[in-house]
């Protein structure tokens, strides 16, 4: 499986210095996949962060395949604490993947926020090799008509005699 972060759009965030994403994915059940992105230096109200990310994931165990049925894909973006300052979460969001059951990506722009207020947007990408349900890629029997050109061969044309029909008798 396949995790990018993107970028943030429209972020609030007040002009902090450095920003980065933490993520979870919900399997395995007794440790969750954790991870972050690089700091991003905010010069906008859009960082990009264009993280990629591979995660090991058992198409084989039903409680992966139940994870990505029923569970989401948390992520939250936090300023970097200064000196003698802690990291403070800037909105988080969820991404609910059970779109990859019948899709081999999932691309999606989620609300950020924090609390009930929205500070942001952000976008994420998340691919897998095969859907799931390998219901992606189906079979079509359809009926084709072909249509076959033929060059044919004429005989080129004869010159017409002008013929003087006989006179008939009344």
Not at 11 to 21: A, M, P
Not at 117 to 122: M, N, Q
Request: include cysteine; proline fraction near 6%; charged fraction near 30%.
């Amino acid at each position: 499986m396949e995790l990018v972060i993107v970028q943030c759009m429209d972020l609030h965030s007040g002009g902090k210095d450095k920003l980065f994403v933490e993520w979870e994915l919900p399997f395995p059940h007794d440790s969750p996949i954790r991870g972050h992105t690089e700091e991003a230096k905010v010069a906008s109200a859009s960082p990009k962060f264009n993280g990629t990310f591979r995660v090991p994931f058992t198409r084989k165990l039903k409680s992966s395949q139940r994870a990505i049925r029923n569970k989401s894909l948390k992520l939250d973006v936090i300023v970097k604490g200064g000196f003698l300052r802690s990291d403070k979460s800037v909105g988080s969001a969820q991404v609910k993947l059970a779109a990859l059951d019948s899709h081999c990506e999932l691309h999606t722009v989620e609300e950020l926020r924090e609390g009930r207020s929205s500070v942001g947007k952000i976008e994420v990408y998340v691919r897998l090799r095969s859907p799931l349900s390998e219901s992606e890629s189906k079979k079509n029997t359809e009926r084709w008509l072909f249509v076959q050109h033929v060059k044919r061969q004429l005989a080129p044309p004869q010159a017409s005699s002008s013929s003087k029909k006989s006179p008939s008798p009344n």
